[in-house]
């Protein structure tokens, strides 16, 4: 009988990441599979990002390498065969380069299926790693990774696209979302109030890097902020602000000041979730985010979202003109905001309906072999303007 091995990611306390394996097995547990879950071990205590950007260079390497080490300690047993499957939720994981090494010279009796999931890698031209010129090594990595894995697992077909020209021969998967878990996310609240009785605010809450464009956010505080004193401006961060690029905290910093806005730091999961659930507004000006975890967050909890139609983001909201700007306009993204700061939206709660499916999307390929979401065709540019939902 088949067996699922989950390769999941540690916790972070800001980051989705608190509760992505809860929702994982929540799934795997109602679709009544077989599965276990292999842990790495914390390099400290604080589960906190001190070293680089998304998740702690540090902390992350060290979980993922003696994470591999408890899946080849399970390969070396016989326990793990052809008939199973491994699935990572992160593409790039230290040490998964012992897969190939070890397989390629095993019989294919133990050689499982694998399956990652890709969440930005060198195909995006805003992703860190290029700020950090990774992309010098991290380019034969994919490919290394693309030549032995089962498939890979896109969150949409503009990132499917951006694997296609890059030349990545593996199956390709668009599972269109991110991992989610609707009714886990709104247990997480007292109350979901109704929109009439909400702040009027409007809150940032991606990371505060030069990817996420905070400078647009800051400019639209400036436009329209000053001239609507009463509409609250708002940073939510699950810990101390931080950037890549330091000018934008001393623009926040600057702005506190002279305008209505606040920055709220160091916030646990729930206290996010308690402040996102009383403001009217989430805004968003990133060039990276490739679905946005915290769209089906906002839309979970009532909240509407503004988010610039570009790259993935009209995927995401199914086309929804009401919630997408035309990018990099202020002029479009002010009017947007005005009528979205007096009523819901009326697709309120779709998206987040359409997330929480993620996960069984993607069992959905990796054990029932459907392939609605194959993308390796030359018609692969087909689906992109069609709604998901």
Not at 208 to 227: A, S
Not at 270 to 287: G, I, K, T
Not at 315 to 326: K, R, S
Not at 376 to 389: H, I, Q, T
């Amino acid at each position: 009988m088949s067996k699922l091995y989950y390769m999941g990611l540690e916790p972070y306390e800001g980051r989705y990441t608190l509760q992505l394996q809860h929702w994982s097995e929540d799934a795997f547990k109602r679709r009544g599979i077989d599965y276990e879950v292999i842990h790495g071990d914390f390099l400290d205590s604080s589960k906190s990002i001190v070293t680089g950007q998304v998740l702690d260079a540090h902390g992350r390497s060290y979980y993922s390498l003696t994470q591999m080490a408890r899946l080849v300690a399970k390969m070396k047993a016989g326990e793990i065969t052809s008939q199973d499957t491994i699935f990572f939720e992160d593409m790039f994981t230290p040490g998964m380069e012992v897969l190939p090494y070890i397989m390629d010279q095993m019989d294919w009796e133990y050689h499982p299926r694998i399956f990652v999931r890709c969440l930005a890698q060198t195909i995006d031209p805003d992703d860190f790693l290029h700020v950090w010129d990774m992309q010098k090594w991290m380019g034969f990595y994919e490919k290394m990774t693309d030549h032995f894995v089962t498939g890979i697992l896109a969150s949409n077909e503009e990132m499917v696209a951006h694997m296609k020209i890059a030349g990545w021969e593996a199956p390709i998967f668009n599972i269109s979302g991110l991992a989610f878990d609707k009714d886990e996310v709104q247990s997480r609240v007292k109350e979901i109030k109704p929109f009439i009785n909400r702040k009027k605010r409007v809150v940032f809450a991606a990371r505060f890097d030069q990817e996420k464009q905070p400078g647009f956010f800051m400019d639209l505080i400036e436009q329209y902020g000053y001239e609507h004193r009463d509409v609250e401006f708002a940073v939510l961060s699950g810990g101390p602000l931080r950037s890549n690029d330091p000018q934008y905290l001393d623009r926040a910093r600057a702005l506190e000041k002279t305008a209505n806005f606040k920055i709220y730091e160091n916030l646990k999961k729930n206290e996010y979730y308690e402040l996102l659930a009383d403001s009217r507004v989430l805004f968003n000006c990133a060039l990276q985010d490739w679905v946005s975890n915290t769209a089906s967050e906002a839309d979970a909890l009532g909240t509407n979202c503004l988010y610039p139609a570009y790259r993935s983001f009209p995927e995401t909201f199914a086309n929804d003109a009401e919630c997408l700007y035309i990018p990099w306009s202020m002029d479009d993204a002010c009017q947007k905001l005005d009528k979205l700061l007096v009523n819901p939206r009326k697709r309120m709660g779709q998206l987040s309906n359409w997330t929480t499916g993620t996960i069984d999307r993607c069992l959905d390929i990796m054990f029932d072999r459907n392939d609605r979401w194959y993308r390796n065709g030359k018609n692969y540019r087909n689906y992109v303007s069609e709604s998901k939902y």
